[in-house]
């Protein structure tokens, strides 16, 4: 079970935090390695050519902070591989320029490049290795470190040159820091995935016995290792490196001090991600000594140092004075340093103080002092023409002028403001401070939509998406309070708006541009093409993923890049679309939730929906029938009585099978299904009351694995079996969905589905798998490790037996025969089949058909691949192995197959939480499908179905494992129109017995008028 992702109100979960302080890590390794120079050889400074000396001497100085001396250096080594003709002259002209513009001497800087340009040209070398500098020197004369679009040209030229120019091997350092560069970009607009791309390429370039223990072989090295860190691809292959590497450093010259640091740095970081305190401690007293040996006192890398302690003490330890004092170390060096970078990291330092003068467990707690640090903050990020003037009048960031340094923590500096104002708020609500804290968290807002745009992958989306979290939790809260006072229906709107806003936002964002489409009338032709870039695009990153997880890395490279290419021809035509068709950026840009007065006209009278949301440390319920809303915090009185979730969960999904054990875990599922349904379950004995016979549950993070029908009603007495447990599916029908505008839109779409009453039906086999696959399964085992599912043919047969439609068995049930047959208006999809979970790449759970040989198909059915598909049939049910369980994200719930599915637009889904036992699978579905064809809607007939099945259960063949796994996700309040043959049959019987009747009849008559004839 996944860590629980709550985001820590004051400070931001480790993960999150380590990756806003790695940017401007990254960034300054990067401008001081930008600087560098680029030895083809190890060894002392009496091993080199004279110019190979100057280099190390100029090397000597850039440890130093010395630029000024080591730009002289260079400029006196370009004039003497100019005497010798040796082309490096070019290369050290760029060195010395890279020198000169932190110096900001500009006009030196451009007429050292314009003498490069000018010489490049007459020795008709401008489409050659040596003129990759000068493409790199003109990115850094317009680099200013705030604004980017000036640099997209410059980019797209280094990225021509790396990819396409013709360059000789010998010149494959060129091309590494080419690729160097252009990370150095894409990190700076916070992209990792696209940094890390061409950092990889740069290591791959260089990664041979020549390069790889030159300095520039480990300066690059050293940025590949931090910028995989960031990208969420930590490995033992690396950790390995880092370490080789630090011992390289230590055996080579003291010049090399300074990135042996930088290695040391990365695993006291890899330590803290892992939350190992004894490690953290071993590895910050290896970092210490380190530093000590040989950074600068007065250095931004010194300064980093203290701000990686303050992060650690802050976020692992818990001690805001430990973390006070080593950030105040940290911002009094960087007040004393003037560049964008050091701004950058005051801006750390500064929000780290503020955080700790906010936190009431420290002894100096003053939320005074914590504003002045968090407007510090924020002043150190902003152009000085848009400075904070009072607490936090920040600037409009919907204005394309109004920019800053770093967004990431300049949002983080705005939660400060935040999280010092709302307690008073919430003590002594206000108009003028209600409207305080509106104006701030949507401001905020306008900055994290234009962030998004900047998110061009899947890693810096998931980043965005977690801040979004943030401020549309702090919007609702802020109407939650001024609810509470003045009970006002619109802020209650709003709280349900916000609420939403943080709910499914991944299928929504899909569904909504499918309807785009549709609506502004888009060439259809044009469609299918972004359509097919897409379903590309998301082949290569399942490849990508594939490829990593076999240690490929060639072809997971290779397939990464593929990834981006398609990426980038995406938005190219999306943008296109944008202009052509400007009802289509409207309806993009649209995210209109259904408001309280919609959600009830959709309900039924008999229907209660319970809407989660989350309040602080805690969660409100929005509970909503037919005729009445109100509104209500948990209460968490009886949480410390309570075990964690993840244990109740183990429980339930492995029962044991020794009695002492089964005894105890019986008391213990009893004493919290109890607990947690008082706390979830508010003022429940009133509802029958009222007429309530479904519930519709739309939870958050969570709660979206929760059981809900395995709540309790009442509390028990000791040795109850599980047959008598009070079981909140005993008195309701329980449906979920991810998000309630989403439920109510999916109702609509589903009205439109036609129904031809058939079923669709795959039984697969497994004993046949070839020994070689073409995929080693991604989530644990390979094919040929699967067991038969005896017990899916039976489920298959007993349908066969009663109801119209397909049923595919064996070979036949294959992923082809699928992906054939979806077309088609079936009215239930019904996949009984291994279902293979993959936590840590959800993209990789996979549906698990039978092994076609000759299929361009590898008849593994990928989450990727699903949400690619679009559904007609009324319902899914996915009768396989923990098709409801993923990774848990805060704002999508658990990334499920099932949820994969409703992006492919299937209105309704019946999955699982765990993993299925073969026999009562089979058992519950036949009385599934029973209750369906009688008329109930689908909550209705598993409900009807689960308890038929602990009616005739005995003993702990009762327990929850056994019947409780299936959840119905969706538009599960309808019924679905099944075909039957016994009443086809009994039609044909009847009309066949009028038939003959009428011919009998007819005989009759035609005989007695022959007879009066007669």
Same mark, same amino acid.
């Given at each position: 079970?996944?860590?629980?992702?709550?985001?820590?109100?004051?400070?931001?979960? %480790?993960?999150?935090?380590?990756?806003?302080?790695?940017?401007?890590?990254?960034?300054?390794?990067?401008?001081?390695?930008?600087?560098?120079?680029?030895?083809?050889?190890?060894?002392?400074?009496?091993?080199?050519?004279?110019?190979?000396?100057?280099?190390?001497?100029?090397?000597?100085?850039?440890?130093?902070?010395?630029?000024?001396?080591?730009?002289?250096?260079?400029?006196?080594?370009?004039?003497?591989?100019?005497?010798?003709?040796?082309?490096?002259?070019?290369?050290?002209?760029?060195?010395? !320029?890279?020198?000169?513009?932190?110096?900001?001497?500009?006009?030196?800087?451009?007429?050292?490049?314009?003498?490069?340009?000018?010489?490049?040209?007459?020795?008709?070398?401008?489409?050659?290795?040596?003129?990759?500098?000068?493409?790199?020197?003109?990115?850094?004369?317009?680099?200013?470190?705030?604004?980017?679009?000036?640099?997209?040209?410059?980019?797209?030229?280094?990225?021509?040159?790396?990819?396409?120019?013709?360059?000789?091997?010998?010149?494959?350092?060129?091309?590494?820091?080419?690729?160097?560069?252009?990370?150095? %970009?894409?990190?700076?607009?916070?992209?990792?995935?696209?940094?890390?791309?061409?950092?990889?390429?740069?290591?791959?370039?260089?990664?041979?016995?020549?390069?790889?223990?030159?300095?520039?072989?480990?300066?690059?090295?050293?940025?590949?290792?931090?910028?995989?860190?960031?990208?969420?691809?930590?490995?033992?292959?690396?950790?390995?490196?880092?370490?080789?590497?630090?011992?390289?450093?230590?055996?080579?010259?003291?010049?090399?001090?300074?990135?042996?640091?930088?290695?040391?740095?990365?695993?006291?970081?890899?330590?803290?991600?892992?939350?190992?305190?004894?490690?953290?401690?071993?590895?910050?007293?290896?970092?210490?000594?380190?530093?000590?040996?040989?950074?600068?006192?007065?250095?931004?890398?010194?300064?980093?140092?203290?701000?990686?302690?303050?992060?650690?003490?802050?976020?692992?330890?818990?001690?805001?004075?430990?973390?006070?004092?080593?950030?105040?170390?940290?911002?009094?060096?960087?007040?004393?340093?003037?560049?964008?970078?050091?701004?950058?990291?005051?801006?750390?330092?500064?929000?780290?103080?503020?955080?700790?003068?906010?936190?009431?467990?420290?002894?100096?707690?003053?939320?005074?002092?914590?504003?002045?640090?968090?407007?510090?903050?924020?002043?150190?990020?902003?152009?000085?023409?848009?400075?904070?003037?009072?607490?936090?009048?920040?600037?409009?960031?919907?204005?394309?002028?109004?920019?800053?340094?770093?967004?990431?923590?300049?949002?983080?500096?705005?939660?400060?403001?935040?999280?010092?104002?709302?307690?008073?708020?919430?003590?002594?609500?206000?108009?003028?401070?209600?409207?305080?804290?509106?104006?701030?968290?949507?401001?905020?807002?306008?900055?994290?939509?234009? %962030?998004?745009?900047?998110?061009?992958?899947?890693?810096?989306?998931?980043?965005?998406?977690?801040?979004?979290?943030?401020?549309?939790?702090?919007?609702?809260?802020?109407?939650?309070?001024?609810?509470?006072?003045?009970?006002?229906?619109?802020?209650?709107?709003?709280?349900?708006?916000?609420?939403?806003?943080?709910?499914?936002?991944?299928?929504?964002?899909?569904?909504?541009?499918?309807?785009?489409?549709?609506?502004?009338?888009?060439?259809?032709?044009?469609?299918?093409?972004?359509?097919?870039?897409?379903?590309?695009?998301?082949?290569?990153?399942?490849?990508?993923?594939?490829?990593?997880?076999?240690?490929?890395?060639?072809?997971?490279?290779?397939?990464?890049?593929?990834?981006?290419?398609?990426?980038?021809?995406?938005?190219?035509?999306?943008?296109?679309?944008?202009?052509?068709?400007?009802?289509?950026?409207?309806?993009?840009?649209?995210?209109?939730?259904?408001?309280?007065?919609?959600?009830?006209?959709?309900?039924?009278?008999?229907?209660?929906?319970?809407?989660?949301?989350?309040?602080?440390?805690?969660?409100?319920?929005?509970?909503?029938?037919?005729?009445?809303?109100?509104?209500?915090?948990?209460?968490?009185?009886?949480?410390?009585?309570?075990?964690?979730?993840?244990?109740?969960?183990?429980?339930?999904?492995?029962?044991?099978?020794?009695?002492?054990?089964?005894?105890?875990?019986?008391?213990?599922?009893?004493?919290?299904?109890?607990?947690?349904?008082?706390?979830?379950?508010?003022?429940?004995?009133?509802?029958?009351?009222?007429?309530?016979?479904?519930?519709?549950?739309?939870?958050?993070?969570?709660?979206?694995?929760?059981?809900?029908?395995?709540?309790?009603?009442?509390?028990?007495?000791?040795?109850?079996?599980?047959?008598?447990?009070?079981?909140?599916?005993?008195?309701?029908?329980?449906?979920?969905?991810?998000?309630?505008?989403?439920?109510?839109?999916?109702?609509?779409?589903?009205?439109?589905?036609?129904?031809?009453?058939?079923?669709?039906?795959?039984?697969?086999?497994?004993?046949?798998?070839? !020994?070689?696959?073409?995929?080693?399964?991604?989530?644990?085992?390979?094919?040929?490790?699967?067991?038969?599912?005896?017990?899916?043919?039976?489920?298959?047969?007993?349908?066969?037996?009663?109801?119209?439609?397909?049923?595919?068995?064996?070979?036949?049930?294959?992923?082809?025969?699928?992906?054939?047959?979806?077309?088609?208006?079936?009215?239930?999809?019904?996949?009984?089949? %291994?279902?293979?979970?993959?936590?840590?790449?959800?993209?990789?759970?996979?549906?698990?058909?039978?092994?076609?040989?000759?299929?361009?198909?590898?008849?593994?059915?990928?989450?990727?691949?699903?949400?690619?598909?679009?559904?007609?049939?009324?319902?899914?049910?996915?009768? !396989?192995?923990?098709?409801?369980?993923?990774?848990?994200?805060?704002?999508?719930?658990?990334?499920?197959?099932?949820?994969?599915?409703?992006?492919?637009?299937?209105?309704?889904?019946? !999955?699982?939480?765990?993993?299925?036992?073969?026999?009562?699978?089979?058992?519950?579905?036949?009385?599934?499908?029973?209750?369906?064809?009688?008329?109930?809607?689908?909550?209705?007939?598993?409900?009807?179905?689960?308890?038929?099945?602990?009616?005739?259960?005995?003993?702990?063949?009762?327990?929850?494992?056994?019947?409780?796994?299936?959840?119905?996700?969706?538009?599960?309040?309808?019924?679905?129109?099944?075909?039957?043959?016994?009443?086809?049959?009994?039609?044909?019987?009847?009309?066949?017995?009028?038939?003959?009747?009428?011919?009998?009849?007819?005989?009759?008559?035609?005989?007695?008028?022959?007879?009066?004839?007669?």
């Amino acid at each position: 079970m996944a860590k629980k992702p709550y985001l820590c109100f004051r400070f931001p979960n %480790h993960l999150q935090f380590y990756k806003m302080r790695l940017y401007p890590i990254l960034l300054s390794i990067a401008l001081l390695l930008s600087v560098a120079p680029v030895l083809s050889a190890q060894g002392k400074a009496t091993d080199l050519s004279p110019t190979g000396v100057l280099e190390w001497q100029a090397l000597k100085e850039i440890s130093k902070n010395n630029f000024l001396e080591a730009a002289n250096l260079y400029e006196k080594a370009a004039a003497l591989a100019k005497s010798q003709n040796n082309p490096l002259q070019f290369y050290y002209r760029h060195c010395q !320029a890279s020198n000169l513009i932190g110096l900001k001497n500009k006009a030196e800087v451009q007429a050292i490049y314009a003498q490069n340009n000018t010489e490049l040209a007459l020795a008709g070398l401008d489409q050659s290795g040596w003129a990759c500098f000068s493409l790199m020197a003109k990115y850094n004369l317009q680099n200013d470190f705030v604004r980017s679009d000036s640099l997209n040209y410059y980019v797209g030229k280094m990225q021509t040159a790396a990819e396409d120019w013709d360059l000789s091997p010998e010149y494959n350092f060129v091309r590494a820091l080419l690729c160097k560069s252009i990370f150095y %970009h894409y990190s700076k607009l916070q992209q990792a995935e696209t940094a890390y791309k061409y950092m990889l390429q740069a290591y791959n370039l260089i990664n041979s016995p020549e390069w790889k223990f030159s300095y520039v072989g480990v300066e690059i090295s050293q940025l590949y290792i931090m910028s995989a860190m960031y990208a969420d691809k930590t490995s033992s292959e690396l950790k390995k490196l880092n370490n080789d590497l630090i011992n390289v450093c230590a055996q080579n010259s003291p010049q090399m001090d300074v990135v042996a640091a930088r290695f040391v740095k990365a695993n006291y970081i890899q330590a803290y991600i892992k939350r190992d305190t004894s490690e953290i401690r071993r590895q910050q007293q290896i970092y210490t000594q380190m530093v000590q040996k040989v950074l600068q006192p007065q250095s931004l890398e010194m300064a980093n140092y203290y701000n990686d302690l303050a992060m650690v003490e802050n976020t692992i330890f818990k001690n805001p004075l430990k973390a006070w004092e080593f950030a105040t170390k940290g911002m009094a060096i960087l007040e004393n340093l003037n560049s964008p970078l050091a701004r950058t990291n005051l801006g750390i330092s500064s929000r780290t103080i503020g955080d700790a003068f906010n936190n009431p467990k420290n002894p100096m707690y003053n939320v005074a002092q914590a504003k002045f640090y968090y407007k510090k903050s924020a002043n150190a990020l902003l152009n000085p023409n848009y400075q904070l003037k009072g607490e936090n009048d920040f600037p409009d960031f919907s204005k394309a002028e109004v920019y800053c340094h770093n967004e990431i923590i300049m949002l983080y500096s705005m939660q400060g403001f935040f999280n010092a104002d709302f307690p008073d708020y919430e003590k002594n609500p206000t108009l003028s401070a209600k409207n305080k804290l509106l104006g701030l968290s949507l401001n905020a807002l306008s900055l994290l939509e234009r %962030h998004r745009e900047k998110a061009a992958n899947e890693a810096d989306l998931k980043h965005w998406e977690e801040l979004y979290f943030k401020t549309n939790k702090n919007l609702g809260e802020i109407h939650y309070v001024w609810y509470q006072k003045n009970k006002s229906q619109a802020d209650l709107d709003q709280l349900l708006h916000y609420s939403e806003q943080y709910k499914g936002t991944k299928m929504r964002r899909h569904l909504n541009e499918e309807r785009a489409f549709v609506l502004a009338k888009i060439n259809p032709a044009d469609v299918n093409g972004y359509k097919r870039l897409k379903s590309e695009r998301e082949d290569a990153l399942l490849q990508y993923h594939q490829e990593t997880e076999n240690g490929n890395k060639e072809k997971s490279s290779y397939f990464l890049e593929v990834y981006y290419t398609k990426s980038k021809r995406m938005g190219e035509l999306q943008n296109k679309f944008k202009q052509d068709y400007p009802l289509y950026a409207k309806l993009l840009a649209q995210a209109k939730n259904k408001t309280l007065v919609e959600l009830q006209q959709t309900l039924t009278p008999d229907m209660l929906m319970l809407n989660y949301f989350h309040y602080k440390k805690a969660d409100g319920i929005l509970m909503l029938s037919k005729d009445s809303v109100w509104v209500q915090l948990r209460n968490t009185s009886n949480d410390t009585n309570l075990i964690s979730w993840s244990a109740v969960a183990n429980m339930l999904k492995n029962p044991s099978s020794e009695t002492d054990i089964q005894n105890t875990e019986r008391a213990i599922l009893a004493r919290n299904l109890w607990g947690i349904g008082q706390t979830l379950l508010p003022n429940e004995a009133t509802w029958q009351a009222k007429g309530i016979k479904r519930l519709l549950i739309v939870p958050h993070s969570f709660l979206s694995i929760l059981p809900f029908e395995l709540l309790l009603t009442s509390e028990l007495e000791n040795n109850t079996p599980y047959k008598e447990f009070p079981f909140l599916l005993k008195k309701y029908a329980i449906q979920y969905a991810p998000s309630a505008t989403l439920w109510a839109e999916t109702k609509q779409m589903s009205a439109q589905n036609v129904n031809n009453g058939k079923i669709l039906a795959f039984a697969p086999t497994y004993q046949n798998a070839a !020994a070689t696959d073409k995929r080693a399964v991604l989530s644990g085992g390979l094919r040929e490790n699967l067991s038969e599912l005896k017990g899916a043919v039976k489920e298959l047969q007993n349908l066969e037996k009663y109801y119209y439609g397909d049923y595919l068995y064996g070979e036949a049930a294959n992923e082809a025969g699928f992906k054939d047959k979806i077309n088609q208006n079936y009215a239930i999809y019904h996949l009984a089949m %291994h279902g293979l979970l993959n936590e840590d790449k959800p993209a990789l759970s996979a549906l698990v058909f039978s092994e076609q040989k000759g299929s361009a198909e590898d008849d593994f059915l990928t989450s990727l691949e699903i949400a690619q598909l679009s559904f007609r049939s009324q319902l899914t049910v996915l009768s !396989a192995c923990e098709t409801a369980a993923g990774q848990m994200q805060i704002n999508e719930g658990a990334l499920s197959l099932a949820r994969y599915f409703m992006h492919g637009a299937s209105p309704a889904v019946v !999955a699982t939480r765990w993993q299925v036992n073969d026999a009562t699978t089979a058992f519950i579905m036949q009385n599934f499908y029973k209750g369906l064809y009688e008329g109930k809607a689908i909550s209705e007939a598993m409900r009807a179905a689960q308890l038929s099945y602990l009616a005739q259960a005995k003993g702990d063949a009762a327990h929850p494992f056994y019947w409780a796994a299936f959840m119905n996700i969706g538009d599960a309040d309808k019924s679905v129109y099944l075909a039957d043959k016994n009443w086809a049959m009994r039609y044909l019987i009847i009309f066949g017995s009028v038939g003959l009747s009428i011919i009998g009849f007819g005989w009759w008559k035609y005989r007695r008028i022959n007879r009066k004839a007669a």
